[in-house]
């Protein structure tokens, strides 16, 4: 991922010299454990616990003459170690390190990632909480249908997160495997005690069963779980992108001292932060594909994933870190306008009362299909000539028939709007 999109604690659980760091610290638990078994002597186990370091510019350089990641790190701590190193990946293939590395740095990851939606759900109860009374529009395909609370949207987006946060928690777990059972997954030079107690070590999970690798469905599931956390945080940003735009103008995104929104048009305040939000969360969904490609490899393994893999999953997790933390930062200064909302809803007249009218109507005896034609018929009226729905209510004696003016007047109410809401949030603990 480009740095522009890296924020640092992230960037360095996936930098190369982290990435080697895990690659050691699984080497060093084997040797340890092997060690403890009585397979490595004390004088060796002592020269690879305490000579062993890495250079990454030395690994890039041995790579360039071996072709082999994997090769040139074992061959730089050789170099560090000395003859004990003969010690060192016996009995391993590339993948039981590559893959219980991997997971060491999922987990990190995954750690990060976890506090930022832990952050988020809590700033949407905060929000929901704030504006739990406020009014506004609701919007069904774009046009205005009934008022809601502004608060309620925050309660929506905090149990969507929750969702996500009991998903991604399951799939952090998933992925949270270490493998030591060889280039087939038999066993055939090591012994399944050493993986067992190798992962415990690590604070990982034993892959139940393996073949060269740790199967890739874990991964899958990792990546598309992070895609279906941005497709949440697309949501929002979406939300607020339609709500800042200037003929509706009821929240926008903070725009700052000296912030210029067009080298074209000095009026210009744009929302920025949120279409950026929806752009890589695009990204995600890229990823979960190539993600899933990666399930199906041939016989035991084959490498056809991993060149994705080096791409994709460091790229996943700066993603919706990144996403994550722009999403936070709108909320948090998130610009509300309350004499817009209500400028809104009483842009239409009263129409956003039609339901009332209807049933009513209904309620005074008549058919629901009469009642409808009735209120549709001004409610166009209205509509068309952009004339008060209110008063060409009051005005059509069809419906005087069955409502005085006391009682239509009493249905263009807001105080019935949030009767509920209470209920609303008491169902959510709140």
Request: negative net charge; contains cysteine; charged residues 25%.
């Amino acid at each position: 991922m480009i740095e522009r999109y890296t924020r640092p604690e992230m960037g360095q659980i996936w930098s190369d010299e982290n990435k080697y760091r895990c690659w050691w610290q699984v080497e060093r638990e084997v040797c340890r454990v092997q060690h403890e078994r009585g397979l490595i002597p004390d004088a060796d186990w002592q020269a690879i616990n305490q000579k062993a370091d890495f250079s990454v510019a030395r690994i890039l350089e041995i790579e360039v003459e071996v072709k082999h990641d994997v090769i040139a790190f074992l061959s730089d701590v050789a170099e560090h170690v000395g003859p004990a190193s003969r010690f060192i990946h016996k009995g391993m293939t590339s993948s039981d390190l590559l893959d219980t590395a991997l997971a060491l740095q999922l987990r990190e990851a995954g750690e990060l990632i976890l506090k930022q939606i832990i952050a988020l759900i809590e700033l949407l109860s905060a929000k929901a909480r704030q504006y739990k009374e406020q009014l506004m529009i609701g919007r069904t395909h774009g046009i205005h249908a009934e008022p809601i609370s502004f608060g309620l949207k925050f309660l929506i987006w905090r149990e969507e997160l929750k969702r996500q946060l009991r998903r991604f928690q399951l799939a952090l777990e998933d992925v949270k495997v270490g493998k030591i059972s060889g280039a087939v997954g038999t066993y055939q030079h090591i012994d399944p005690e050493v993986e067992i107690r190798v992962c415990e070590n690590l604070g990982l999970s034993a892959a139940p069963v393996s073949n060269q690798i740790v199967q890739r469905d874990r991964h899958a599931f990792f990546v598309a779980t992070l895609a279906v956390i941005g497709a949440s945080l697309e949501k929002i940003a979406t939300e607020i992108r339609h709500l800042q735009r200037t003929e509706v103008l009821e929240a926008e995104e903070f725009f700052s001292m000296g912030q210029k929104g067009s080298s074209a048009m000095p009026h210009k305040r744009n929302p920025i932060l949120t279409e950026r939000i929806c752009g890589m969360a695009r990204l995600l969904r890229g990823y979960a594909m190539s993600a899933m490609e990666n399930v199906a490899l041939w016989h035991e393994r084959d490498i056809s994933h991993s060149s994705a893999e080096r791409v994709l999953l460091p790229d996943s997790c700066i993603t919706i870190d990144f996403i994550l933390a722009e999403t936070i930062r709108v909320l948090q200064n998130l610009l509300v306008y309350p004499e817009n909302m209500r400028k809104n809803l009483e842009r239409t007249g009263g129409l956003i009362f039609s339901q009332e009218l209807l049933l009513a109507l209904v309620a005074k005896g008549l058919t629901r299909e009469a009642a409808y034609a009735l209120v549709q018929k001004s409610a166009m009226e209205a509509w068309n000539e952009g004339a008060d729905f209110k008063g060409l209510i009051l005005a059509d004696p069809a419906i005087g028939e069955y409502l005085d003016y006391g009682e239509i007047k009493n249905l263009f109410n807001y105080a019935k709007v949030l009767r509920c809401i209470d209920v609303i949030y008491q169902k959510l603990g709140d």
